[in-house]
Antibody
Framework: EVQLVQSGGGLVQPGGSLRLSCAASGFSFDDHAMHWVRQAPGKGLEWVSGISWNSGTKEYADFVKGRFTISRDNAKTSLYLQMNSLRVEDTALYYC??????????????WGQGAMVTVSS | EIVLTQSPATLSVSPGETVTLSCRASQSVSSKLVWYQQKPGQAPRLLIYGASTRATGIPARFSGSGSGTEFTLTISSLQSEDFAIYYCQQYNNWPPLTFGQGTKVEIK
């Protein structure tokens, strides 16, 4: 089955760290760029970060630059998001998503189930 | 950063009607515009990319049009399963990929 299965969400204090994982199966993982997109409760979609098929290009939204790190392991067909210096405003449901393109960022055609990250003291 | 503005915020329609959703970009995105559908408690679903190309498995009642700064998503003969929130997204200028704020299509 073609799917993305996420893990790693949870409750963390402001200033803390969390690592999200996204395990891909059923397709050629290294043919696709991958992304993280978040959605705060009751709000819209917000792109967080993207990575090209070979990790040659990594991009971040300004609001996470310097705090979050995207990575992938094509051998393990997995995508990761290391989140450091978390803020209350980072509280959201985080989705991993597959791009229809390998090198550039286009459209997201397969999404994980989401992982809730709550930043609160 | 390209800002996408969707209108209206909410559409109240009856099943069987045809609806048109609008997405306006703050500057030209050529035809690099995507539409997603999101239902409560679910991840978004890709509907349209390249402004008018339906994604795999998307019914023909969904159609997209436009280029430059003005785009529309038309849903013909609305089905019960089409009541959802619809988002547009551009990929002409990145980073970042940007999304519109969404249009909710609700039952009248």
């Amino acid at each position: 089955e073609v799917q993305l299965v996420q893990s790693g969400g949870g409750l963390v204090q402001p200033g803390g760290s969390l690592r999200l994982s996204c395990a891909a199966s059923g397709f050629s993982f290294d043919d696709h760029a991958m992304h993280w997109v978040r959605q705060a409760p009751g709000k819209g979609l917000e792109w967080v970060s993207g990575i090209s098929w070979n990790s040659g290009t990594k991009e971040y939204a300004d609001f996470v630059k310097g705090r979050f790190t995207i990575s992938r392991d094509n051998a393990k067909t997995s995508l990761y998001l290391q989140m450091n210096s978390l803020r209350v405003e980072d509280t959201a449901l985080y989705y991993c998503a597959r791009d229809i393109n390998g090198a550039a960022y286009w459209a997201l055609d397969l999404w994980g189930q989401g992982a809730m990250v709550t930043v609160s003291s | 950063e390209i800002v996408l503005t969707q209108s209206p915020a909410t559409l109240s329609v009856s099943p069987g009607e045809t609806v048109t959703l609008s997405c306006r970009a703050s500057q030209s995105v050529s035809s690099k515009l995507v539409w997603y559908q999101q239902k409560p408690g679910q991840a978004p679903r890709l509907l349209i990319y390249g402004a008018s190309t339906r994604a795999t498995g998307i019914p023909a009642r969904f159609s997209g049009s436009g280029s430059g700064t003005e785009f529309t998503l038309t849903i013909s003969s609305l089905q019960s399963e089409d009541f959802a929130i619809y988002y547009c997204q551009q990929y002409n200028n990145w980073p970042p990929l940007t999304f519109g704020q969404g249009t909710k299509v609700e039952i009248k």
